[in-house]
């Protein structure tokens, strides 16, 4: 099994997205392991994950990963993080390993009851044919959060430009990327929410501006998981963990150093510069 690990400190678990490729939060890792052991890898998937993958268990191949992940590493217990399609991984392990997550967040995890618009569907029956046109509209569907995350231009053409090297040294799977997505609906969000037992905090951008997985979606595990805690982290979107990595960092951090200290578990996160969620009883589930 290949894992990605770097830094010191408690040991935080970083699921990947739907890229299923560990090089595309390549800066979530290197702010969060300047306080945390980082252990990542690719989904299990991925042919360079070297992990047995059984289509027919569907998620819980990449559940089995994460206990595995945690085995090869010599640790009991980790602060499990998921990346969108990421977090309903970590969902998932939280609610069948709670003796092995000492917390959980979940970073723009598509909410539950979420579902690929018509179109999308579509793109995931006919990966290879109609692929390039998903990616095609990305630029378009990613403008506002690109242009509220990097005001300036430069900083923009920068972004890209390590994002086209990304794509150029780690090369995604049209078929794979497909499959997941297919596979969201298989997730039982609901049903996984009534067992989380450890702390949890939710992190969305800010609603305006992901155009990928609905804010609002993502945001109703606040009022699904007993205890958590929500942060928008403002001036991004669905990409927060890449276009704000050293923010994002901070949240987690600020959220782990409340939760492992018993005095202080009743605070509240910072409110700069990000602000919290409140909970929401009027929920409703968001359509991508």
């Not at 390549?26 to 998937?45: E, H, K, Y």
């Not at 949890?200 to 990928?212: F, I, K, M, Q, R």
Request: aromatic letters at 8%; glycine letters at 8%; charged letters at 20%.
């Amino acid at each position: 099994m290949r894992i990605v690990e770097k830094g010191t400190g408690p040991a935080l678990v970083l699921i990947p997205g739907i890229q299923g490729r560990w090089e595309y939060v390549r800066p979530a890792i290197d702010a969060l392991s300047a306080t945390f052991r980082v252990i990542t890898f690719p989904l299990c998937d991925e042919p360079s994950a070297d992990f047995a993958f059984d289509a027919s268990h569907g998620a819980d191949c990449y559940v089995e990963q994460v206990r595995a992940a945690l085995d090869r590493c010599g640790v009991e217990r980790a602060i499990v993080c998921g990346i969108s399609f990421g977090g309903l991984v970590a969902l998932r392990f939280a609610a069948t390993h709670p003796d092995r997550t000492a917390a959980l967040v979940l970073a723009s995890t598509p909410g539950p009851g979420w579902h690929l618009r018509r179109r999308h569907e579509l793109y995931t029956r006919l990966p290879y044919l109609l692929g390039p046109l998903f990616f095609a509209e990305t630029p378009w569907r990613l403008r506002r959060e690109m242009a509220a995350a990097f005001p300036h231009l430069a900083a923009r053409l920068h972004f890209t430009g390590l994002q086209l090297r990304t794509l150029f040294d780690a090369p995604l799977s049209l078929a794979r990327m497909a499959g997941r997505a297919r596979m969201v609906a298989t997730f039982d969000g609901v049903a996984d929410c009534a067992h989380i037992a450890a702390p949890t905090l939710v992190v969305t951008g800010e609603p305006a501006l992901d155009h990928v997985v609905p804010a609002d979606g993502s945001a109703g595990y606040v009022s699904l998981i007993h205890g958590a805690r929500g942060v928008v982290l403002e001036r991004t979107g669905h990409l927060g963990w890449i276009t704000r990595p050293a923010d994002f960092a901070a949240i987690v951090r600020e959220f782990a150093g409340a939760f492992s200290d018993r005095e202080s578990a009743g605070r509240v996160l910072s409110e700069s510069p990000h602000r919290r969620i409140q909970k929401d009883p009027t929920y409703h589930p968001g359509v991508a």
